[in-house]
């Protein structure tokens, strides 16, 4: 099993519609865990981190949930601005580096 | 405010050739690392550092090699280029290995 799995899409989704992204990870003794943001031939950048209580940024939330080592990525009100590669990310084993997802893409159309 | 600087952006290499990629931080992270993405397998961990001196691997290390001499600079060294080796580089560093990490712009690395 591969230590981050996500859904590699792509989805397509109209401008205003509400999407969401799925990840699991098989280390359960991660601790750390973060949605990142990669746009066409650019750096990955971080999104927003992943609590155990959840999280909101705006449009963004996110959701974790240890028992079932999953986590989540809802986006409401879609942007074009949005359309992009959606990371989901986890620390390696004994905090030695992060662990990326092959990633999510998402296009928004107008 | 730099962040994390890789150099070279581009580069074309022959097969057999070898070559350092150069990455400098300037926010005294402990942490450094070296990804290659390829397309449809995301960003793969080749090596890592948890501070100056002392390095090791990750998932993809063969062919490659690194050193970290001082807390900055995290130079990727390919011994003999190969075709297998084309992809794009990212170097990223952070506070601890669990903390979030900041990305160079990329080194897109081709390989004839």
């Known amino acids: 099993r591969k230590e981050v799995e996500q859904d590699p899409g792509p989805f397509n989704v109209p401008e205003g519609a509400t999407v969401a992204f799925n990840c699991t990870y098989s280390n359960s003794a991660s601790q750390s865990f973060f949605w990142y943001r990669q746009d066409c031939r650019k750096e990955p950048k971080l999104l927003m981190s992943?609590?155990?209580s959840g999280n909101e940024d705006g449009r963004f939330t996110a959701q974790l949930n240890r028992a079932s080592q999953y986590i989540s990525l809802l986006i409401r009100d879609s942007k074009l601005s949005d359309s992009a590669t959606y990371l989901c990310?986890?620390?390696?084993?004994?905090?030695?580096?992060?662990?990326f997802g092959k990633g999510t893409t998402l296009s928004v159309s107008s | 405010n730099a962040g994390v600087t890789q150099t070279p952006k581009f580069q074309v290499l022959k097969t057999g050739q070898s070559m350092t990629l150069q990455c400098a931080q300037d926010m005294n992270h402990e942490y450094m690392s070296w990804y290659r993405q390829d397309p449809g397998m995301g960003l793969r961990l080749i090596h890592y550092?948890?501070?100056?001196?002392?390095?090791d691997q990750g998932e993809v290390p063969n062919g490659y090699n690194v050193s970290r001499s001082t807390t900055e600079d995290f130079p990727l060294r390919l011994l003999s280029a190969a075709p297998s080796q084309t992809s794009v580089y990212f170097c990223?560093?952070?506070?601890?290995?669990?903390?979030?990490?900041?990305f160079g712009q990329g080194t897109r690395l081709t390989v004839v």
């Open positions: 992943v609590y155990s």
């Open positions: 550092s948890v501070g100056a001196g002392i390095t």
């Open positions: 990310v986890v620390n390696g084993q004994a905090g030695t580096a992060l662990i």
């Open positions: 990223a560093s952070s506070q601890q290995g669990y903390t979030e990490a900041f």
